[in-house]
């Protein structure tokens, strides 16, 4: 026994590190001290032991002799384990950071004792220390934040909250930086939550960083332009999240505007004989380029009261018969009733005195850049010799181009395909949603071949329809346009350069006024038949349903599963897509499923069957015949229905099914 004392002895003084005893009683002192201790702190047994005071408090660094000191507090107040970091000051005058790891154990005699451990950490210290330097001189924000559907920020730097402009807590405000970490899509404006959420899908997925510019909201309403990454990995507790490297580039981002603003501007000067910039936030119009005309120099680059100084333009220069006719245009600019979805710029052409003193017609455009400025930009119409000449004239390629893109710019793209393979030469943004791509994306694509079939796997038609359009040379599409808020028709022509070029020009564009016709409504002779006991299938007059979208399919069945009941967009997009957030992609992804749906109902004729409210869908149950509701009338005829599946293509129907089973055991 008495060699099993001394090696446990041994243990406590040479091996445990720091170890050390205390009498936690008043007054508070060490009882034992190891020699690993001692070595650690340079000094005897005999400096460290006291029954009336507790001398290793004095070797405490001034600086945290509150933290000792409330530790001591706290292990005196009852029994429990408690670790603290702080500094020792050796007996050779050098500092050593220590994490005490102690406890507080109550004796059958009543007495408080406390055991406690010392690890050296003075390098960890210093580590930490030498990143806290980094983290506050290199002028990047650092977040880290979760791979759930609602990603949380777990850590962010003081660097990105001041690019984030989140102030300090006060008492009684809002703690916006709790706020920002329950989600942090509240960081970024509505408008690029789908293409945020888009790269977060793609960096979890395929597991590399993605690199890129990203607008964020700044807590007091401004915006910011950030340049960083996004890398998946996996931290110190297992746990898989997202990191985050950022810039602050919004000087950059606006100085870099305000140039292409500028060359645009230059541009326009080289099209147009005079250029207004119309501001509906301020009402005021001003004249950016009048070609030297003396007509407008009074407005020249000075800012005027909008109504005024339009009233003063079409009183002193357009003919009488063309006055009100121009009115009423300006006036429903003003109005904001001039811009309409689905058409080219807003145009007008009339008559007004020149600055030689002559009559001449003149065109004129509403250009938008922004909510709130327009530029007008008007030019005189050239006469039938100048018409002439311009028609004998070779224009080349990317001239045409220019002349489509003036009018159809509300939505347009070309790409040239060689043999299988497709190289991408233009798109808009409402038309570049239509192939399932960013803008980013479209720009990468332009740069090389890519295969046809990879090309359109992500467009809203699939790969047979898109090579009919090639053989066929024309087609016609529907795409639900997220911008627009709406659905869309869109016209695609596909032909060659010249009669002897390999190379096809496909060209697309937004069909004006080009709304769906309706399918004719179910008729009363149609019987619609549901089977969801076992795998799941529609039947119109016997006849199967072939779904194109396995998605749409998967939608119909959940609207059966409801029984009649309205699905939002969001309990639906849980369903469909269990392991993804609820986002604006997401969102866009559920409407193209429904529109593909409502689609395919129209094509049996039997598109009264869904009924939708307010992005809301529910199936009309009257309307089918289905196994599910007749073995649930509980009529004796049906009561064999039910062999002990059901909706056996989807998971989410085990919720269903469990009440089926129950009923049946019954």
Not at 13 to 19: C, E, K, V
Not at 418 to 425: A, F, Q
């Amino acid at each position: 026994m008495e060699n099993q004392y001394d090696f446990t002895e041994e243990i406590f003084s040479r091996d445990i590190s720091g170890f050390h005893q205390y009498s936690l009683t008043d007054p508070v002192h060490l009882v034992y001290v190891s020699r690993n201790l001692c070595d650690m702190l340079g000094v005897s047994e005999d400096e460290l032991l006291s029954g009336s005071e507790d001398r290793y408090a004095a070797m405490v660094h001034p600086s945290d002799q509150k933290i000792y000191a409330d530790m001591i507090d706290a292990l005196q107040s009852r029994e429990q384990s408690l670790t603290a970091v702080y500094r020792l000051i050796k007996k050779d005058g050098t500092a050593l950071t220590v994490k005490d790891a102690v406890s507080s154990r109550r004796l059958s005699d009543g007495r408080l004792v406390g055991y406690s451990v010392l690890t050296d950490v003075t390098d960890i210290k210093k580590e930490n220390e030498n990143l806290q330097f980094l983290n506050e001189t290199i002028p990047c924000g650092f977040l880290k934040y979760t791979c759930e559907k609602q990603p949380r920020i777990t850590y962010m730097n003081q660097r990105a909250t001041d690019f984030l402009r989140i102030p300090k807590v006060r008492s009684g405000e809002i703690d916006y930086l709790e706020m920002y970490k329950e989600n942090i899509f509240l960081l970024i404006p509505m408008e690029e939550r789908r293409r945020f959420a888009l790269y977060l899908n793609r960096v979890y997925t395929a597991g590399i960083p993605i690199a890129g510019e990203m607008t964020v909201l700044r807590c007091d309403g401004t915006k910011a332009y950030l340049f960083g990454w996004v890398t998946k990995c996996v931290n110190e507790q297992g746990v898989e999240e997202f990191q985050s490297v950022c810039m602050d580039i919004t000087e950059r981002h606006h100085e870099k505007k305000n140039s292409e603003a500028k060359q645009y501007l230059k541009a326009l000067t080289d099209v147009y004989d005079k250029i207004f910039e119309y501001d509906l936030s301020n009402n005021t119009v001003n004249c950016l380029n009048s070609h030297g005309s003396p007509m407008f120099k009074w407005l020249e680059n000075i800012p005027m009261q909008m109504e005024d100084a339009t009233e003063k333009w079409i009183a002193g220069t357009v003919v009488e018969e063309d006055r009100e006719k121009v009115r009423a245009f300006f006036y429903a600019f003003r109005q904001k009733r001039l811009y309409k979805s689905g058409e080219t710029p807003p145009q007008i052409m009339y008559k007004a005195t020149s600055s030689s003193g002559e009559v001449k017609t003149y065109t004129g455009v509403f250009l938008k850049m922004n909510e709130a400025v327009s530029f007008y930009c008007c030019r005189c119409v050239p006469d039938q010799a100048e018409v002439e000449d311009l028609k004998n004239k070779t224009v080349s390629l990317k001239e045409s181009m220019q002349e489509l893109l003036h009018r159809f710019k509300d939505g347009i793209a070309a790409f040239e395909i060689i043999g299988d393979s497709v190289t991408p030469l233009y798109v808009s943004d409402n038309v570049c949603e239509f192939f399932g791509l960013s803008k980013e994306e479209w720009l990468r694509l332009m740069k090389k071949n890519t295969p046809i079939r990879d090309f359109v796997s992500c467009c809203e038609v699939s790969y047979e329809d898109f090579a009919a359009l090639l053989r066929t040379g024309e087609a016609e599409f529907t795409y639900y346009d997220l911008e627009k808020n709406g659905e869309r028709r869109i016209k695609a022509i596909c032909a060659p350069k010249s009669p002897e070029a390999s190379p096809r020009y496909v060209l697309l564009y937004n069909i004006e006024g080009g709304e769906q016709t309706q399918a004719p409504s179910i008729s009363g002779t149609q019987t619609i038949s549901v089977r969801t006991f076992g795998y799941f299938d529609v039947f119109v007059d016997g006849r199967p349903i072939a779904f194109r979208s396995q998605k749409a399919k998967e939608l119909f069945a959940l609207l059966v599963d409801r029984r009649g009941g309205y699905v939002s967009s969001e309990e639906a997009i849980g369903f469909l897509w269990e392991e993804e957030p609820i986002s604006s992609v997401t969102l866009a992804r559920y409407r193209k499923i429904a529109l593909r749906l409502k689609n395919t109902l129209e094509e049996y004729g039997i598109s009264d069957v869904v009924e939708s409210v307010h992005g809301k869908r529910r199936l009309v149950m009257e309307k089918v015949q289905c196994d599910l509701y007749d073995y649930l009338s509980g009529r004796e005829e049906y009561l064999g229905l039910f062999k002990g599946s059901y909706l056996s293509n989807y998971s989410w129907g085990e919720t269903t099914l469990g009440e089926l089973l129950n009923r049946y055991a019954d």
